[in-house]
C-alpha cells in the first residue's frame, strides 16, 4: 500500500488526516442539511470531485508548479477582471463566473497568489530586502483590492495573509512586521471608510451584539446559544434544537461549526480541532522537508493558511472577531472551496513526494 501511494506520488499520513477530517464533516452536514439530501448528496459528489483534483496536482513535479505560478496569477487576475465587468450578481455580491460551471474565480488566487510570491522570491536572496518587499506586496495588494470590490471582504483577508505568510517565511524582518504592524492602524481607519455599510454593521456587532438581537446581532447571538448548549457532551446528532428548529442561520454554510458545538457538544469540537491539528502538523513537516526555497515557502504558506481559514471561522462564530463570511474548511457546504483546498494539499504532496526524485 506505501509503494502505491507512493508511486501515485500520495502521502499516506496527510490523506488519511483529510479524509478523517471531510468524514466528520460529513457527519455534522448530515444533520445541517435537515431534510434537504440533495445538499448532502451534492457535497458528496463534490468531495469526490476535490480528491481528482488533489490527485491530479500531486503528480506535477514542484518544478513544473513553478514555472506555472506566474501565468496561474495572470490567469486569476483576468478571470477577476471579468467578475468586476460582467461576473453573476447573488446575495449582493458580484463574485462568479458563469462558464457552463458556475465558479468564483478567487478561489483560484488562494493558492496563485502564495506560489507567485514563492516563484518571486526562489530567485532572489533571502532574507528577501526592501525592494523585492515591495515587489510582493504589490502581487498581493492588487487581487486583494479587486476581490474587496466584489465585495468579498473575508476571502480578500485570507489571500493577503497567504502572500503575507510567505514573506514572514522568508524571513521578513521582526522591525519590519512591527512597523507594518505600526501601519496596520491608519490602514483600519482607512479600510473603514471602504468598508460596505453592512460590513461596518457587523465590527459594530461584534463589540456590543445585544444592540440589535433580532437584526445585525441574531445570527452571533444563536451561534453562542447553540455553541453554549451543547455542554461536553452535545444534545445528540440530529437533536440540536437550534439547528434543527432553524434558530440558527447558515447552519450548513458559515456557522456549521455552531451545530457541532450544540450536537456533539466539546468533545466534538475537539475532535474536530485535533484533526486540524494533525493536517496542519504535516503539512509543516513536509515544509521543513522541502528540498529548495519555492517548495518550503509554498509548503509552509498553504499549510499556516489553512490554520488562519479555521481559526477566522471559529473565531467569528463563537464572537472573536466580526462576521466576515469564512467556511470552515472541508466541513462547511461549498464546492470551489472544497476543490482548492484539496488542490493545495496535492501541491503538498507533490512537493513531500518528489522531493527524493531531486538531486541533492
Same mark, same amino acid.
Given at each position: 500500500m506505501a509503494r502505491l501511494l507512493r508511486n501515485v506520488h500520495i502521502d499516506g499520513p496527510l490523506l488519511g488526516g483529510l479524509l478523517l477530517t471531510c468524514g466528520f464533516g460529513l457527519v455534522v452536514l448530515y444533520s445541517a442539511v435537515g431534510t434537504n439530501m440533495d445538499l448532502w448528496v451534492s457535497q458528496c459528489v463534490r468531495l469526490g470531485v476535490a480528491l481528482c483534483a488533489l490527485i491530479m496536482v500531486a503528480q506535477l513535479p514542484p518544478d513544473v508548479l513553478r514555472r506555472?505560478?506566474?501565468?496561474?496569477?495572470?490567469?486569476?487576475?483576468?478571470?477577476?477582471?471579468?467578475?468586476?465587468?460582467?461576473?453573476?450578481?447573488?446575495?449582493?455580491?458580484?463574485?462568479?463566473?458563469?462558464?457552463?460551471?458556475?465558479?468564483?474565480?478567487?478561489?483560484?488566487?488562494?493558492?496563485?497568489?502564495?506560489?507567485?510570491?514563492?516563484?518571486?522570491?526562489?530567485?532572489?536572496?533571502?532574507?528577501?530586502?526592501?525592494?523585492?518587499?515591495?515587489?510582493?506586496?504589490?502581487?498581493?495588494?492588487?487581487?486583494?483590492?479587486?476581490?474587496?470590490?466584489?465585495?468579498?471582504?473575508?476571502?480578500?483577508l485570507l489571500i493577503a495573509a497567504s502572500g503575507f505568510l510567505v514573506?514572514?517565511?522568508?524571513?521578513?524582518s521582526i522591525r519590519l512586521m512591527f512597523m507594518l504592524g505600526l501601519l496596520s492602524i491608519p490602514g483600519a481607519m482607512v479600510l473603514w471608510n471602504f468598508m460596505q455599510d453592512y460590513q461596518r454593521q457587523r465590527v459594530l456587532t461584534l463589540l456590543n451584539p445585544d444592540s440589535d438581537p433580532l437584526g445585525?446581532?441574531?445570527?452571533? &447571538?444563536?451561534?453562542? &446559544?447553540?455553541?453554549?448548549?451543547?455542554?461536553?457532551?452535545?444534545? *445528540?446528532?440530529?437533536?440540536?434544537?437550534?439547528?434543527?428548529l432553524e434558530f440558527l442561520p447558515e447552519r450548513d454554510t458559515d456557522f456549521i461549526f455552531a451545530v457541532m458545538g450544540e450536537e456533539l457538544g466539546l468533545l *466534538?469540537?475537539?475532535?474536530?480541532?485535533?484533526?486540524?491539528?494533525?493536517?496542519?502538523?504535516?503539512?509543516? /513537516?513536509?515544509?521543513?522537508?522541502?528540498?529548495?526555497? /519555492?517548495?518550503?515557502?509554498?509548503?509552509?504558506?498553504?499549510?499556516?493558511?489553512?490554520?488562519?481559514?479555521?481559526?477566522?471561522?471559529?473565531?467569528?462564530?463563537?464572537?472573536?472577531?466580526?462576521?466576515?463570511?469564512?467556511?470552515?474548511?472541508?466541513?462547511?457546504?461549498? *464546492?470551489?472551496?472544497?476543490?482548492?483546498?484539496?488542490?493545495?494539499?496535492? &501541491?503538498l504532496m507533490s512537493i513531500h513526494t518528489h522531493r527524493k526524485l531531486l538531486p541533492h
Amino acid at each position: 500500500m506505501a509503494r502505491l501511494l507512493r508511486n501515485v506520488h500520495i502521502d499516506g499520513p496527510l490523506l488519511g488526516g483529510l479524509l478523517l477530517t471531510c468524514g466528520f464533516g460529513l457527519v455534522v452536514l448530515y444533520s445541517a442539511v435537515g431534510t434537504n439530501m440533495d445538499l448532502w448528496v451534492s457535497q458528496c459528489v463534490r468531495l469526490g470531485v476535490a480528491l481528482c483534483a488533489l490527485i491530479m496536482v500531486a503528480q506535477l513535479p514542484p518544478d513544473v508548479l513553478r514555472r506555472w505560478s506566474f501565468w496561474a496569477y495572470v490567469s486569476g487576475l483576468v478571470l477577476l477582471t471579468m467578475v468586476l465587468i460582467r461576473g453573476e450578481v447573488g446575495q449582493g455580491a458580484q463574485r462568479w463566473l458563469d462558464i457552463g460551471i458556475r465558479f468564483q474565480p478567487s478561489e483560484i488566487m488562494k493558492l496563485a497568489v502564495p506560489m507567485m510570491a514563492a516563484a518571486y522570491l526562489h530567485q532572489r536572496t533571502l532574507p528577501p530586502r526592501a525592494g523585492h518587499l515591495l515587489v510582493v506586496g504589490a502581487l498581493i495588494v492588487l487581487p486583494a483590492v479587486m476581490i474587496a470590490k466584489q465585495p468579498d471582504l473575508g476571502t480578500a483577508l485570507l489571500i493577503a495573509a497567504s502572500g503575507f505568510l510567505v514573506l514572514v517565511l522568508a524571513g521578513m524582518s521582526i522591525r519590519l512586521m512591527f512597523m507594518l504592524g505600526l501601519l496596520s492602524i491608519p490602514g483600519a481607519m482607512v479600510l473603514w471608510n471602504f468598508m460596505q455599510d453592512y460590513q461596518r454593521q457587523r465590527v459594530l456587532t461584534l463589540l456590543n451584539p445585544d444592540s440589535d438581537p433580532l437584526g445585525a446581532g441574531y445570527n452571533i &447571538i444563536q451561534s453562542k &446559544i447553540a455553541i453554549g448548549s451543547g455542554g461536553l457532551f452535545g444534545k *445528540g446528532w440530529t437533536n440540536g434544537s437550534q439547528a434543527q428548529l432553524e434558530f440558527l442561520p447558515e447552519r450548513d454554510t458559515d456557522f456549521i461549526f455552531a451545530v457541532m458545538g450544540e450536537e456533539l457538544g466539546l468533545l *466534538g469540537v475537539l475532535t474536530l480541532l485535533g484533526l486540524y491539528v494533525f493536517v496542519i502538523g504535516r503539512g509543516m /513537516y513536509i515544509a521543513m522537508q522541502a528540498r529548495d526555497s /519555492y517548495s518550503r515557502l509554498l509548503a509552509g504558506s498553504i499549510s499556516l493558511t489553512f490554520f488562519v481559514y479555521v481559526f477566522v471561522n471559529t473565531a467569528m462564530v463563537t464572537g472573536l472577531v466580526p462576521v466576515v463570511g469564512v467556511p470552515l474548511p472541508l466541513v462547511s457546504f461549498g *464546492g470551489t472551496s472544497m476543490v482548492t483546498l484539496m488542490a493545495g494539499f496535492g &501541491i503538498l504532496m507533490s512537493i513531500h513526494t518528489h522531493r527524493k526524485l531531486l538531486p541533492h
